[in-house]
């Protein structure tokens, strides 16, 4: 191969592997949602979950993350706890949102195991980098007021022992009023995704914002 053309072969090599560090040095950092139906749009069209519309407000707000949503209807934390390395290790997010112990709580499962479950993904997402922000939520009344109470007291003190962000009730306004429900009254319908939004982001915002505070030191 002549010179000349080694010359511009190798600067174009160059410039296309400046160009590809260029590009994920300034990749936007990531926000990953990982939840069960609350967060998995269940029932809707998934452009108009709560996490759908989180993606909207931080364009609105010009705060640059991307959002990825890997919630699966159904999913308990073992299952959560199960997929959650593998996660985090392809998504390297900035932020884990957690919203898992509801389908342990209908299944009536031990609040110990969900316990250890939800600690051991939030101790793994904290070795990852991430920030984490952890949803609580509340069982209904006729699941017994031992278990309800000490279902409840997981999530609290989970967040206090890892300093994590808290949001004590994902589904807090919306209660037991049946207009933000589907027909089955447990999963909420299209009207109740902004109150859910508005739960999350009270907690969400003041993190990401600390977030681009220490990323501009």
Known sequence: MPFACRTVLASTLLWMASMFLSGAAHAAPG?????????????LAERRGWVALLGERLRQEQLDYS?????????????????????LAQQRPAVLILELGG?????????????????AMIGAAQKA????????????PNYGEAYAHAFEAVFSDLAKQHRTAF???????????????????IHPNEAAQPLLLANVWQALRPLLKAGATAKRR
């Open 31 to 43: 926000i990953l949602v990982f939840g069960d139906s609350l967060s998995a749009a269940y029932g």
């Open 103 to 119: 389908n342990d709580g209908l299944r009536g499962l031990p609040v110990a195991e969900m316990k250890k479950n939800l600690a």
């Open 167 to 185: 949001v004590p009730e994902l589904t807090a306004g919306i209660g037991e009023r049946l207009e933000y429900f589907q027909a089955d009254r």
């Open 67 to 87: 959002v990825v949503n890997a919630s699966i209807s159904g999913e308990t934390t073992a299952g959560g706890r199960a997929r959650l390395g593998k996660l």
């Open 129 to 140: 980098g991430a920030r984490v922000l952890l949803l609580g939520m509340r069982m209904p």
